[in-house]
T-cell receptor, first 110, second 115 residues
C-alpha cells in the first residue's frame, strides 16, 4: 500500500508561475523525499528532509515538513517548461524501504 | 561515474512465462532496491538487498524473487507471469541500507509487457 498521497493529482500552470504540491502520509517517519519522473523514465532525487527539519531549499525548490500534521509541501518557483514531469513524495517505512504516493503530474505551458 | 544501469530496456513476455531483470548499482553502493510502477501510479516497493542479504520485502507474491551478487549487482525474477505484472520495473541503489532508507538513485527501468 502507498504511504504518501500527493495533492493535487494534476496541475497545469504557465511558465514563470509557482507550483505547489502537497503530500500527506500516515505513519511516523525519519525522513521524507521528493522525486521527479519524466515520461515514465527513472526517478530523479530532488530533496530529502529529515523529521527534525521544518524547511529546506535547493535552487528553485522549497520543501516544508509538518510532522504534527503528517504533511509536506514542494514549491517550485519561477517554473519552466522543463519542469513538466510527475512529482512523487516518498517516506521511509520500517527503515528498510520507501513508500511512494501516486504523484502529481505537473504541466508547465510555455 | 556511471549511474544505475538496467537491462533489458524493454521486454515482451506471455502469460505463464518467467522473466529475469538485471541491475548494476552505482560503483560503491551496496544496497539495491526493486520497485514496480504500474502506469499512472507511484512505485511500489518489492525488495531491498544490502550486502547480499534481503533486508526488506514488500507485499508481493512468492512468484517474485531477487538476489544480489558479490559485485552488488542484482537480479529480479518473476515466475508464472500474469497480465497484471505488466509495469515499469525500477532498480535503485544507495550507499546505505539494512535499516536506513536514504536517497535512492534510480535506473531508467525495464518496461515489461505481458501478453
Amino acid at each position: 500500500s502507498q504511504q504518501g498521497e500527493e495533492d493535487p493529482q494534476a496541475l497545469s500552470i504557465q511558465e514563470g508561475e509557482n507550483a505547489t504540491m502537497n503530500c500527506s502520509y500516515k505513519t511516523s517517519i525519519n525522513n521524507l523525499q521528493w522525486y521527479r519522473q519524466n515520461s515514465g523514465r527513472g526517478l530523479v532525487h530532488l530533496i530529502l528532509i529529515r523529521s527534525n527539519e521544518r524547511e529546506k531549499h535547493s535552487g528553485r525548490l522549497r520543501v516544508t515538513l509538518d510532522t504534527s500534521k503528517k504533511s509536506s509541501s514542494l514549491l517550485i518557483t519561477a517554473s519552466r517548461a522543463a519542469d513538466t514531469a510527475s512529482y512523487f513524495c516518498a517516506t521511509d517505512f520500517l527503515n528498510n524501504d520507501m513508500r511512494f504516493g501516486a504523484g502529481t503530474r505537473l504541466t508547465v505551458k510555455p | 561515474d556511471a549511474g544505475v544501469t538496467q537491462s533489458p530496456t524493454h521486454l515482451i513476455k506471455t502469460r505463464g512465462q518467467h522473466v529475469t531483470l538485471r541491475c548494476s548499482p552505482i560503483s560503491g553502493h551496496k544496497s539495491v532496491s526493486w520497485y514496480q510502477q504500474v502506469l499512472g501510479q507511484g512505485p511500489q516497493f518489492i525488495f531491498q538487498y544490502y550486502e547480499k542479504e534481503e533486508r526488506g520485502r514488500g507485499n508481493f507474491p512468492d512468484r517474485f524473487s531477487a538476489r544480489q551478487f558479490p559485485n552488488y549487482s542484482s537480479e529480479l525474477n518473476v515466475n508464472a507471469l500474469l497480465l497484471g505484472d505488466s509495469a515499469l520495473y525500477l532498480c535503485a541503489s544507495s550507499p546505505f541500507g539494512g535499516g536506513r532508507a536514504d536517497t535512492q538513485y534510480f535506473g531508467p527501468g525495464t518496461r515489461l509487457t505481458v501478453l
